[in-house]
Protein backbone atom coordinates (compact mmCIF):
# COMPACT_ATOMS: atom_id res chain seq x y z
CA UNK A 1 0.00 0.00 0.00
CA UNK A 2 1.03 3.45 -1.39
CA UNK A 3 1.75 6.50 1.84
CA UNK A 4 -0.56 8.13 -0.78
CA UNK A 5 -3.81 5.35 -0.29
CA UNK A 6 -2.97 4.69 2.97
CA UNK A 7 -3.49 8.42 4.15
CA UNK A 8 -6.73 8.25 1.71
CA UNK A 9 -7.71 5.66 3.33
CA UNK A 10 -7.48 6.81 6.96
CA UNK A 11 -8.87 9.61 5.77
CA UNK A 12 -12.18 8.38 4.30
CA UNK A 13 -12.64 5.50 7.08
CA UNK A 14 -12.32 7.94 10.23
CA UNK A 15 -15.33 10.00 8.08
CA UNK A 16 -17.29 7.01 7.93
CA UNK A 17 -16.62 6.09 11.36
CA UNK A 18 -17.66 9.65 12.54
CA UNK A 19 -14.23 10.26 13.93
CA UNK A 20 -13.09 13.34 11.80
CA UNK A 21 -11.70 13.25 8.26
CA UNK A 22 -12.59 15.42 5.37
CA UNK A 23 -16.63 15.46 4.03
CA UNK A 24 -15.22 16.12 0.64
CA UNK A 25 -12.17 14.81 -1.05
CA UNK A 26 -11.07 15.57 -4.68
CA UNK A 27 -8.71 12.95 -6.31
CA UNK A 28 -6.07 14.77 -8.48
CA UNK A 29 -3.61 12.15 -10.59
CA UNK A 30 -2.78 12.27 -14.31
CA UNK A 31 -3.69 10.29 -16.86
CA UNK A 32 -3.01 6.77 -15.73
CA UNK A 33 -2.34 7.82 -12.17
CA UNK A 34 -4.20 5.00 -10.03
CA UNK A 35 -7.59 7.02 -9.65
CA UNK A 36 -9.22 3.28 -10.47
CA UNK A 37 -7.16 1.55 -8.46
CA UNK A 38 -8.02 4.03 -5.37
CA UNK A 39 -11.79 4.33 -5.99
CA UNK A 40 -11.95 0.08 -6.04
CA UNK A 41 -10.11 0.47 -2.91
CA UNK A 42 -11.94 3.08 -1.12
CA UNK A 43 -15.07 0.81 -2.19
CA UNK A 44 -14.02 -2.20 -1.24
CA UNK A 45 -12.70 -0.85 2.22
CA UNK A 46 -15.99 0.69 2.97
CA UNK A 47 -18.00 -1.97 1.86
CA UNK A 48 -16.23 -4.47 3.99
CA UNK A 49 -13.25 -3.30 6.08
CA UNK A 50 -11.92 -6.49 7.18
CA UNK A 51 -10.97 -6.70 3.10
CA UNK A 52 -7.68 -4.66 4.42
CA UNK A 53 -6.73 -6.73 7.38
CA UNK A 54 -4.52 -9.25 5.46
CA UNK A 55 -2.18 -5.96 4.78
CA UNK A 56 0.04 -5.41 7.75
CA UNK A 57 0.34 -1.28 6.80
CA UNK A 58 -3.86 -1.56 7.32
CA UNK A 59 -3.08 -1.69 10.77
CA UNK A 60 -4.76 0.63 13.35
CA UNK A 61 -7.19 2.47 10.56
CA UNK A 62 -10.76 2.83 11.69
CA UNK A 63 -13.24 0.03 11.16
CA UNK A 64 -16.49 2.09 10.60
CA UNK A 65 -19.85 0.08 10.48
CA UNK A 66 -23.23 0.20 9.35
CA UNK A 67 -21.38 1.99 5.72
CA UNK A 68 -24.03 1.70 2.92
CA UNK A 69 -22.54 2.32 -0.60
CA UNK A 70 -23.61 3.46 -4.01
CA UNK A 71 -21.52 3.67 -7.44
CA UNK A 72 -22.14 6.02 -10.02
CA UNK A 73 -20.64 5.36 -13.99
CA UNK A 74 -21.53 8.68 -15.41
CA UNK A 75 -20.38 7.41 -18.75
CA UNK A 76 -23.25 4.89 -18.76
CA UNK A 77 -25.87 6.95 -17.01
CA UNK A 78 -27.85 8.89 -19.37
CA UNK A 79 -29.55 12.15 -18.80
CA UNK A 80 -32.36 12.41 -20.57
CA UNK A 81 -33.71 8.81 -20.23
CA UNK A 82 -32.47 7.74 -17.12
CA UNK A 83 -30.75 4.28 -15.64
CA UNK A 84 -33.15 1.57 -14.66
CA UNK A 85 -32.74 -0.57 -11.80
CA UNK A 86 -35.29 -2.14 -8.83
CA UNK A 87 -37.93 -1.86 -11.82
CA UNK A 88 -37.68 1.85 -11.29
CA UNK A 89 -35.65 4.51 -13.33
CA UNK A 90 -34.36 7.61 -12.15
CA UNK A 91 -33.71 10.69 -13.85
CA UNK A 92 -30.71 12.20 -11.85
CA UNK A 93 -27.83 11.38 -10.25
CA UNK A 94 -29.46 12.29 -6.86
CA UNK A 95 -32.11 9.98 -7.55
CA UNK A 96 -29.86 7.23 -8.34
CA UNK A 97 -27.83 7.83 -5.39
CA UNK A 98 -31.29 7.59 -3.44
CA UNK A 99 -32.12 4.10 -4.71
CA UNK A 100 -28.64 2.68 -4.55
CA UNK A 101 -28.38 3.55 -1.02
CA UNK A 102 -32.54 3.21 -0.42
CA UNK A 103 -33.95 0.76 -2.06
CA UNK A 104 -37.32 1.41 -3.35
CA UNK A 105 -38.48 2.77 0.05
CA UNK A 106 -35.45 5.46 -0.15
CA UNK A 107 -36.62 6.51 -3.44
CA UNK A 108 -39.58 9.11 -3.71
CA UNK A 109 -42.43 8.22 -5.98
CA UNK A 110 -43.32 10.90 -8.80
CA UNK A 111 -45.81 13.21 -7.46
CA UNK A 112 -49.60 12.82 -8.88
CA UNK A 113 -52.50 15.16 -10.04
CA UNK A 114 -51.61 18.72 -9.37
CA UNK A 115 -48.44 18.42 -8.10
CA UNK A 116 -46.90 16.96 -11.25
CA UNK A 117 -45.30 19.74 -12.82
Given at each position: ??????S?L?????R????G??????????F?????????????????????D?L?????????????????D?????A??G?????????????W????????A?????????D??
Amino acid sequence: MTAGLKSLLEDVLKRLAGKGGAPVLKLMTPFGGGKSHTMAALFHAARSRKALDVLPEAKGLESPTGVRVAVVDGQFFNAQQGKESQGIRPLTLWGWLALQLGGKAGYPAPPTGKDAR
